[in-house]
């Protein structure tokens, strides 16, 4: 694949078109979760792609975060269409978590903070469910973190040290 092979402008380009095939697929079969489901994840390769993540991306955080805002229009259609499906409201938890992500890198703290204490939230709910799902106390643990930096770049420092101090808890547990 391109991104493999580090041309990042054809990766993007062949992104654009996977997502937009599965919009279509969507459309076609809008009450198939399953599909939505592939098209949250496109829109995530896609978010990589532009700049939702770490290394060789276009830079466009912009338009990384579009691709994260439409991924969690489908995620929260997802949650709404069976409110106890815990992999539908886990989906909607890591759009957050990926938005909240990107609205920092922005340089949009407060709004970051505010995705991610819903992330945060609704997580714990699931963590009442099922304690032992290691997965959601690793996830928790980065929302957590990232909470944290939000607030110290709002120089809301007691908030950052206790989000900080709650995420190191989790990572040493």
Same mark, same amino acid.
């Given at each position: 694949?391109?991104?493999?092979?580090?041309?990042? @402008? $054809?990766?993007?380009?062949?992104? +654009? $078109?996977?997502?937009?095939?599965?919009?279509?697929?969507?459309?076609?079969?809008?009450?198939?979760?399953?599909?939505?489901?592939?098209?949250?994840?496109?829109?995530?390769?896609?978010?990589?792609?532009?700049?939702?993540?770490?290394?060789?991306?276009?830079?466009?955080?912009?338009?990384?975060? +579009?691709?994260? $805002?439409?991924?969690?229009?489908?995620?929260?259609?997802?949650?709404?269409?069976?409110?106890?499906?815990?992999?539908?409201?886990?989906? $909607?938890?890591?759009?957050?978590?990926?938005?909240?992500?990107?609205?920092?890198?922005?340089?949009?703290?407060?709004?970051?903070?505010? @995705?991610?204490?819903?992330?945060?939230?609704?997580?714990?709910?699931?963590?009442?469910? @099922?304690?032992?799902?290691?997965?959601?106390?690793?996830?928790?643990?980065?929302?957590?973190?990232?909470?944290?930096?939000?607030?110290?770049?709002?120089? +809301?420092?007691?908030?950052?040290?206790?989000?900080?101090?709650?995420?190191?808890?989790?990572?040493?547990?």
């Amino acid at each position: 694949m391109a991104l493999a092979s580090g041309d990042i @402008e $054809e990766a993007a380009a062949m992104l +654009r $078109e996977s997502v937009e095939l599965r919009e279509n697929l969507v459309k076609a079969n809008p009450a198939n979760p399953e599909l939505r489901r592939t098209l949250i994840v496109g829109y995530g390769h896609l978010s990589d792609a532009l700049g939702g993540r770490t290394g060789e991306n276009l830079g466009d955080t912009a338009g990384a975060a +579009r691709a994260m $805002e439409a991924a969690l229009v489908h995620a929260q259609w997802l949650r709404a269409s069976n409110t106890a499906d815990r992999r539908a409201i886990f989906d $909607e938890i890591s759009v957050r978590l990926r938005l909240g992500a990107l609205r920092i890198d922005a340089g949009q703290s407060q709004t970051a903070i505010t @995705e991610l204490e819903r992330a945060s939230k609704d997580l714990k709910t699931l963590q009442l469910h @099922e304690p032992g799902n290691y997965r959601y106390w690793i996830t928790q643990a980065f929302i957590l973190r990232r909470t944290g930096e939000a607030f110290a770049f709002l120089h +809301r420092h007691p908030e950052a040290i206790r989000s900080l101090d709650d995420a190191l808890r989790l990572y040493s547990s």
